[in-house]
């Protein structure tokens, strides 16, 4: 009988064929799958009837995180909109975005809790806002409300609001004046309450006047703008300045003027 004599160096030569197979076999943790985190500043915002609020947004990724990132506000009543509603992360860095609390002259003043929701893919994140919404000033006022954007994302419909007059008037001016220069007034009509007035615009300087054939009593939907944009990455304000309401006996009363961001 052959007695086979297992020597040290034949226990090593057969054994690391088994640990390499063993090792290979038995991978070690996967690695964590990308994610990202979301925070707001402020976390609380006041604002008026008929104008906006801006709140920054944090996107944190992790782990090599990148993509669209869609916003949502949760739990916000008619009226009151979110603007942009997608976010952009290329890389690693954290992204920080102005967020647009947009609040028509409807919605009822009052305090709403609300939830900024950050949605890619399967991944979901939320973060707290709170919404203080003030009942608009007493005061005559112009209130720019944006009711439409192209397709392509270059012109934005505006309407125009009369606010706090309880009085005969007999015709309006003012200017919409913009913070980027990539921004124009390209049209303006007359609006419900002013459609048998005659009314001229000039886009160079964003002057806007009507003149009515009666008086008109009270307040309501004065003129539409058209605004242009040279691309659709821009963002501005749009203010509405030195308003005049020309009065039954000639008077001119002056307008508070209003504003609304166009992202």
């Given at each position: 009988?052959?007695k086979?004599?297992?020597?040290?160096?034949?226990?090593v030569l057969?054994?690391?064929?088994?640990?390499v197979?063993?090792?290979?076999?038995?991978?070690?943790?996967?690695?964590p799958?990308?994610?990202?985190?979301?925070?707001?500043?402020?976390?609380?915002l006041?604002?008026?009837?008929?104008?906006?609020?801006?709140?920054?947004?944090?996107?944190?990724?992790?782990?090599g995180?990148?993509?669209?990132v869609?916003?949502?506000?949760?739990?916000?009543?008619s009226?009151?909109?979110?603007?942009?509603?997608s976010?952009?992360?290329t890389?690693?860095d954290p992204?920080l975005?102005?967020?647009?609390?947009?609040?028509?002259a409807?919605v009822?003043?009052?305090t709403?809790n609300?939830q900024?929701?950050?949605?890619?893919?399967?991944?979901?994140?939320?973060?707290?806002?709170?919404?203080t919404?003030t009942?608009?000033?007493t005061e005559?006022?112009?209130?720019?409300?944006v009711?439409?954007?192209s397709?392509?994302?270059?012109?934005?419909?505006?309407?125009?609001?009369?606010?706090?007059v309880?009085?005969?008037?007999?015709?309006?001016?003012?200017?919409?004046?913009f913070?980027?220069?990539g921004?124009?007034?390209s049209?303006?009509?007359?609006?419900?309450?002013?459609?048998a007035?005659?009314?001229?615009?000039d886009?160079?300087?964003?002057?806007?006047?009507?003149?009515?054939?009666?008086?008109?009593?009270?307040?309501?939907?004065?003129?539409?703008?058209?605004?242009e944009?040279?691309s659709?990455?821009?963002?501005?304000?749009?203010?509405?300045?030195?308003?005049?309401?020309t009065l039954?006996?000639?008077s001119?009363?002056?307008?508070?003027?209003?504003?609304v961001?166009?992202?």
């Amino acid at each position: 009988m052959v007695k086979f004599r297992w020597n040290r160096r034949f226990q090593v030569l057969f054994l690391l064929p088994l640990l390499v197979l063993s090792l290979t076999a038995c991978p070690g943790n996967p690695p964590p799958a990308p994610d990202f985190t979301i925070s707001l500043n402020p976390t609380s915002l006041t604002v008026q009837q008929g104008s906006s609020g801006t709140t920054t947004l944090t996107i944190t990724p992790l782990n090599g995180f990148t993509g669209t990132v869609n916003l949502e506000l949760v739990g916000a009543p008619s009226g009151v909109t979110l603007s942009p509603t997608s976010v952009n992360v290329t890389g690693p860095d954290p992204v920080l975005q102005d967020l647009t609390v947009n609040v028509a002259a409807s919605v009822a003043p009052g305090t709403y809790n609300l939830q900024v929701r950050a949605t890619s893919g399967s991944l979901t994140k939320t973060a707290g806002l709170s919404l203080t919404v003030t009942a608009a000033s007493t005061e005559a006022r112009l209130v720019p409300e944006v009711t439409g954007v192209s397709s392509n994302g270059l012109r934005f419909t505006v309407k125009v609001f009369l606010e706090g007059v309880s009085t005969d008037w007999g015709g309006f001016e003012f200017r919409a004046t913009f913070d980027n220069p990539g921004f124009r007034l390209s049209n303006a009509t007359t609006g419900d309450l002013t459609a048998a007035c005659i009314l001229d615009f000039d886009s160079n300087s964003g002057r806007v006047a009507a003149i009515c054939p009666s008086d008109i009593n009270g307040s309501g939907h004065i003129a539409t703008l058209t605004i242009e944009r040279q691309s659709p990455s821009q963002a501005t304000t749009l203010s509405l300045v030195d308003g005049l309401l020309t009065l039954s006996d000639f008077s001119e009363l002056p307008l508070a003027p209003g504003s609304v961001r166009l992202e």
